[in-house]
Every structure is written in C-alpha cells, then in structure tokens.
C-alpha cells in the first residue's frame, strides 16, 4: 500500500501549483487532501468521493482549489490557484475505505507530503 504525492515547489502569491497523488495496492472510497503548517494541526482542505466524484472543501480554500481524479489510473489530482501565504504547508493526500470525506480520522492510508510554498 502506497501513496506518493508530487508536484509541491514555491510560487509567488496569486500563482498556481498542482498536486498529484498516485495510489498503488489498495481499495478506496474516497481520497483527501490534508495540509499542515508549522506549529499547527493538520486540517482538511478537500475530499472527493471516488465512485460518485462528489467533491468537499475548506471554506479557506473553496472557490480557489480543485480536486479530481483519474480513477483508471488511481490518481487524484489537487489544482491550487490563486495561492495566498497562507497556503504554505505541507500537503499530504489521504485514502479511506470507508468513513466521512472531510473527517481526517476516517483515512487509513497517508502519502509523505509535500511541501508548498507562497512567498508574498
């Protein structure tokens, strides 16, 4: 069971960035994507149920932030724009079998991270 996420770098405020994540060797319902800055917990940023492609985000990212998926390839797929300072964290996606898409305790499986970036 993997995930490897990629696509983290530095942007300047107001640029664009997108994640990957690829998943090997597991059965999922949904996928999420977590971020966690320094000094504070991890939180939800977006979720995506993998069957139905119904979608859920943060209200701090809503409007600027997008998930989606290739689920032929087991891939989802985070498109970030419109990026504030706020947004540096480490963003991690996230897999469950079954559970609440925006709960961070339904996910069983974690990529390692990676990090963003906004300089202002």
């Known amino acids: 069971v993997q995930l490897q996420a990629s696509g983290g770098g530095l942007v300047q405020a107001g640029g664009s960035l997108r994640l990957s994540c690829a998943a090997s060797g597991l059965t999922l319902t949904a996928w999420g994507w977590f971020r966690q800055a320094p000094g504070k917990e991890r939180e939800f940023v977006a979720g995506m149920v993998r069957w139905s492609g119904d979608t859920y985000y943060s209200d701090s990212v809503k409007g600027r932030f997008t998930i989606s998926r290739d689920n032929a390839k087991n891939t989802v797929f985070l498109q970030m724009n419109s990026l504030k300072p706020e947004d540096t964290a480490v963003y991690y996606c996230?897999?469950?079998?079954?559970?609440?898409?925006?709960?961070?305790?339904?996910?069983?499986?974690w990529g390692q991270g990676t990090l963003v970036t906004v300089s202002s």
């Open positions: 996230a897999a469950q079998r079954v559970g609440s898409v925006a709960d961070i305790r339904s996910y069983d499986y």
